[in-house]
C-alpha cells in the first residue's frame, strides 16, 4: 500500500486525565439550570452558527495524532482490518477504539458494497473521531473546572487563563463568569447519538456532502461559497450544506451546535440530569430532544432510535479512545 495512505498533516492535540469531582461541582443542581434562550415554537431547522471551533486548545500533555488519506474504499477497509480494530472487541469494552483519524471518506465510498461491510466500516471510521472530540472538549471543561476553583479560592485569573476563558465563552455562547451555564455546555455529546445522526444524516457515507464536502451532519449555513447547493432546495431558498476541510472538522462542528446553540438547550439540561443519576448517557432518551434539528421532527427522532435500536449503536456510549498514538507503521504504510 505504498504511497496510497499519507501522513496527511499533522495536528498537535491533547490526550486528558480527569480526576473525580463530584456531581455536584461538575454539573450544579440540575433543579436550578436556568433556560439558555427564551422557547421557540415550530423550529423547521436549525442553522449552524459560524463558530471558528480551533480557538480554545487547553495544554496538557500532548499526543500526535495523524491525519490519514485514504485513496478507496478497499484500501479503507483494509487498513481498518490491518489494525486490528474489531467492533466485537469495542461492543465488549475489551478493547479501546485507535485513534486512527481518517481525513476525507475516499470518493469510492458510494460504490456497491456489502451492506455489512458498508456499516461496520463506516462506524470503525468515524466513532475515532467522534471519540477524539469528545477528548478535546473533556480537555476544555477540565481546565474551565479549574478556572473556577481557582476564582472560588479568591484568587485572580492570570491574563492568559483570563483570555482563554474569553475565548471559550465565545466559542460556546455564553458569559465568561457564567461557570454554571457554561459547564453545561462545555460537555462532551454521546457517541451513540452523534454515530446514528452521521448515519441517518450521510446514508452511511454514501451522500455527495459526505464524500465531497466532510459533512457528516447536513449543517445548513446561509454564507454563499461555503458548501454544497442541495438539488431539492426550495426556490427562493439560499441555504448550502456546509463543507469542511476533514471529516473531524465536520464531528468539531457538530459537537459545538448542540452544546451552544439555543434550540438544543433541552439536550444539554437532559444531559446534565443524566450525569447528575449515572456516568452514562442514555442516547434514545436524548434522540427526543433534537426534535429540532430536522424538518422531519418526530419522523426524524423515530429514524435516529431505529437506527441505535438495530445497530446496537448504544454498545458503544461508553468506548474509550485509546492513548497510544495511532503508527502508521503498523499497517505497513509510509508517512510524509
Same mark, same amino acid.
Given at each position: ?15 486528558? /486525565? ?73 461492543r465488549r469494552g475489551d478493547e479501546r477504539v485507535p485513534r486512527l483519524l481518517v481525513e476525507s471518506l475516499p470518493e469510492d465510498f458510494d460504490a456497491q458494497m456489502v451492506v455489512e461491510a458498508r456499516k461496520q466500516t ?65 460537555? /462532551? ?15 452511511w457515507g454514501r451522500s455527495r456532502f459526505a464524500r465531497d464536502g466532510n459533512a457528516l451532519y447536513g449543517q445548513r449555513a446561509w454564507s454563499e461559497g461555503t458548501g454544497f447547493v442541495p438539488e431539492e432546495r426550495a ?74 435500536? /438495530? ?11 485509546? /492513548? ?13
Amino acid at each position: 500500500m505504498r504511497g496510497v495512505i499519507r501522513n496527511f498533516r499533522k495536528h498537535k492535540r491533547t490526550a486528558f /486525565t480527569v480526576s473525580a469531582v463530584s456531581a455536584a461541582l461538575l454539573y450544579g443542581a440540575v433543579a436550578g439550570f436556568s433556560v439558555d434562550q427564551p422557547a421557540r415554537a415550530a423550529l423547521d431547522w436549525v442553522a449552524l452558527p459560524q463558530v471558528d471551533f480551533t480557538l480554545a486548545r487547553p495544554k496538557f500533555a500532548d499526543i500526535d495524532d495523524d491525519m490519514v488519506e485514504v485513496a478507496s474504499a478497499d484500501i479503507l477497509h483494509e487498513v481498518l482490518d490491518n489494525t486490528g480494530y474489531a467492533l466485537r472487541q469495542i461492543r465488549r469494552g475489551d478493547e479501546r477504539v485507535p485513534r486512527l483519524l481518517v481525513e476525507s471518506l475516499p470518493e469510492d465510498f458510494d460504490a456497491q458494497m456489502v451492506v455489512e461491510a458498508r456499516k461496520q466500516t463506516f462506524i470503525r471510521t468515524v466513532l475515532p473521531l467522534i471519540l477524539k472530540a469528545n477528548e478535546e472538549v473533556r480537555l476544555e471543561r477540565r481546565q474551565l473546572i479549574d478556572l473556577e476553583e481557582h476564582i472560588l479560592s479568591g484568587r485572580e485569573l492570570a491574563e492568559e487563563d483570563q483570555s482563554w476563558l474569553d475565548r471559550l465563552a465565545d466559542k460556546y455562547d455564553a458569559a465568561p463568569g457564567d461557570f454554571a451555564v457554561l459547564l453545561r455546555r462545555v460537555d /462532551t455529546v454521546s457517541p451513540t447519538l452523534a454515530l446514528a445522526q452521521a448515519i441517518e444524516e450521510s446514508g452511511w457515507g454514501r451522500s455527495r456532502f459526505a464524500r465531497d464536502g466532510n459533512a457528516l451532519y447536513g449543517q445548513r449555513a446561509w454564507s454563499e461559497g461555503t458548501g454544497f447547493v442541495p438539488e431539492e432546495r426550495a426556490e427562493g431558498e439560499r441555504f448550502e450544506v456546509r463543507a469542511f476541510d476533514s471529516l473531524l472538522d465536520s464531528v468539531r462542528s457538530y459537537v459545538v451546535n448542540l452544546n451552544r446553540h439555543y434550540a438544543y438547550e433541552d439536550y444539554r439540561v437532559a444531559r446534565a440530569q443524566m450525569r447528575a443519576r449515572d456516568t452514562q448517557l442514555n442516547a434514545y432518551a436524548l434522540a427526543q430532544t433534537l426534535v429540532s434539528y430536522s424538518e422531519r421532527r418526530e419522523a426524524y427522532v423515530d429514524a435516529l432510535r431505529g437506527l441505535i435500536r /438495530t445497530n446496537r449503536l448504544d454498545d458503544f456510549e461508553v468506548a474509550q479512545l485509546s /492513548t497510544v498514538p495511532f503508527e502508521l507503521d503498523h499497517i505497513g504504510a509510509t508517512s510524509r
